[in-house]
């Protein structure tokens, strides 16, 4: 399966999908040490964003976000791709410091894909096609 | 394609041929437009950067600004957000040496660039206000919102890294809140009760940033003060993506009454007292002091009560004989820093702290990790002065 979407930030990556339909607030509730949702009301709490495919809305609040994706990424814990249902400017500015690829308003419902799954986000066309799991019976990826 | 259209000028910024820094500012400007689907960039006459307390921004805020600053110099005028202290009382406030050394190459980063040293997150209380319709660049999400909805001028909801963008280039996208079609309000929230004071005023704000996008209107609200819109316009920065607000009816309306206003408060109201009172976010204006000391004339905190605002009203309020009576009734006054993620609150000294902020309320409970009692200032005099 495959969606199109618009491509924000440039690059194409391969990943594992981590995604939440509540948005996210960088500055407050990301760890930006270790990359983990810090926020015990958000319902990815505990969980890594690093080097995922992350999945969210939009983000919301603080105006110094930008920074707080530019941190991550100096700190080797930014992930691997960013798709959103609406990039805000918030994700746009600092994805592009970041050079982290991002895409935004996908032509199907983002929430069929689930986490764990594997996909790959071609943010030069536009594409984000979900990979197999399994090839002739045989996981050819880590399990969700 | 890209729909967003550069003239070749800005192309050859973008590819790096006027410098770095110029390169790094069309990058930022490029994604955000084409995030916000704008056709062109458009000048703006003020560009308001976020993004100056080392809290917010970390060691690699700090790395980035000194790079940039190599060879970036604003092209209009720029001011910025508080600092994380008051630079005048640093050496009476026990901050840790390595928070002052790396705030202080902070504030000489942007320095170099050429800011305005403003310090202030209330830059339309401090500055004189272009005429109305002008085009800025307001990243702290406060002046944004106020700046669309009470002072007449056009700002998106600007990031830090978007508006210091946009003062290296003095252009902004041409999208979203500076597009006037997209500006009108696509959802109302019909206020039930009347409200009494500024904390009502943000639970308000706070539950509309949830519920809203881009553009909201109030009804229910008509006679809005500038000290009750500071504290709706803050408050409604901080919950989500919206940037404005208006006065009248549109689309669908939701209700905003009593029980809506408890589950934020619940949400927020985290403590039941609290060792510190903090008055700020946004900073106070001269104005507030002026209300302030008026209330706490002949009066005492039986707490520590810090007192953030901006320098300019600092000034202007200590002439008018403000200042001295708020600091007789123990009151501490800082410039140039504010309550949100100030270093000065920390949670290994204090478990709980006073305010009536909700902006405020939601980083002390969320960055400081320390408890909040929510009070309004009417009731934070009754009930922490003697």
């Known amino acids: 399966m495959r969606m199109k979407c618009r491509a924000i930030v440039k690059g194409i990556v391969e990943g594992e999908v981590l995604i939440t339909k509540q948005p996210i607030n960088f500055l407050t509730m990301i760890d930006l040490k270790s990359g983990i949702v810090k926020d015990d009301r958000h319902d990815l709490y505990k969980k890594k964003i690093a080097n995922k495919v992350f999945v969210f809305p939009n983000a919301v609040g603080s105006s110094v976000g930008a920074y707080s994706i530019y941190a991550l990424k100096g700190n080797n814990v930014a992930p691997k791709a960013i798709v959103c249902n609406k990039a805000d400017i918030t994700t746009a500015s600092g994805c592009a410091i970041a050079n982290i690829p991002l895409v935004d308003s996908p032509d199907s419902d983002l929430l069929v894909i689930n986490s764990g799954r594997w996909v790959r986000v071609d943010a030069i066309n536009g594409i984000i096609k979900l990979l197999p799991t399994f090839s002739a019976g045989r996981p050819v990826r880590p399990l969700p | 394609m890209s729909p967003l259209q550069l003239t070749s000028d800005e192309e050859k910024a973008l590819k790096g041929e006027h410098g770095d820094a110029l390169a790094t500012a069309y990058r930022i400007l490029l994604a955000i437009g084409e995030a916000t689907e704008a056709k062109e960039l458009v000048p703006i006459k003020w560009a308001h950067v976020s993004g100056v307390n080392y809290n917010t921004i970390g060691d690699s805020g700090v790395e980035f600004l000194e790079k940039l600053s190599k060879d970036g110099k604003v092209a209009v005028k720029t001011t910025i957000n508080p600092m994380g202290f008051d630079p005048v009382k640093v050496n009476s406030l026990k901050l840790n040496k390595e928070f002052i050394a790396k705030q202080n190459r902070i504030v000489s980063a942007y320095e170099r660039i050429g800011v305005t040293r403003s310090f202030t997150c209330i830059p339309y209380e401090v500055f004189d206000l272009p005429s109305k319709g002008t085009d800025v660049s307001f990243a702290e999400s406060n002046a944004a919102v106020y700046a ?239």
């Open chain 2, 148 to 386: 669309n909805s009470v002072a007449g001028l056009r700002t998106n909801k600007e990031s830090g890294l978007s508006a210091l963008a946009s003062s290296l280039t003095g252009k902004a996208p041409y999208s979203e809140l500076r597009i006037e079609e997209l500006r009108k309000p696509n959802m109302g929230i019909k206020v039930n009760y009347e409200l009494d004071n500024e904390v009502d005023y943000g639970l308000l704000g706070y539950f509309a940033g949830k519920v809203s996008n881009n553009s909201v209107a109030f009804s229910g609200i008509e006679n809005l003060s500038k000290r009750n819109a500071k504290s709706l316009s803050a408050a409604l920065g901080t919950s989500g993506s919206c940037g404005m607000f208006t006065h009248g009816t549109a689309g669908e309306t939701i209700e905003f009454g009593k029980e809506e206003a408890r589950k934020i408060r619940d949400e927020l109201h985290t403590s039941e007292k609290g060792d510190v009172i903090t008055l700020g976010s946004p900073q106070l204006g001269v104005d507030d002091l002026s209300l302030l000391a008026d209330m706490v004339h002949g009066k005492k905190f039986r707490k520590r009560c810090l007192i953030f605002c901006a320098r300019a009203a600092y000034e202007g309020a200590r002439k008018l004989g403000y200042t001295e009576k708020i600091e007789k009734a123990g009151g501490e006054m800082l410039c140039d820093c504010c309550t949100c993620l100030t270093p000065l609150i920390d949670r290994n000294e204090v478990d709980n702290v006073i305010t009536n902020s909700i902006k405020g309320a939601y980083y002390l409970n969320n960055s400081n990790k320390v408890g909040v009692c929510l009070k309004s200032l009417k009731e934070i005099v009754r009930e922490e002065c003697e």
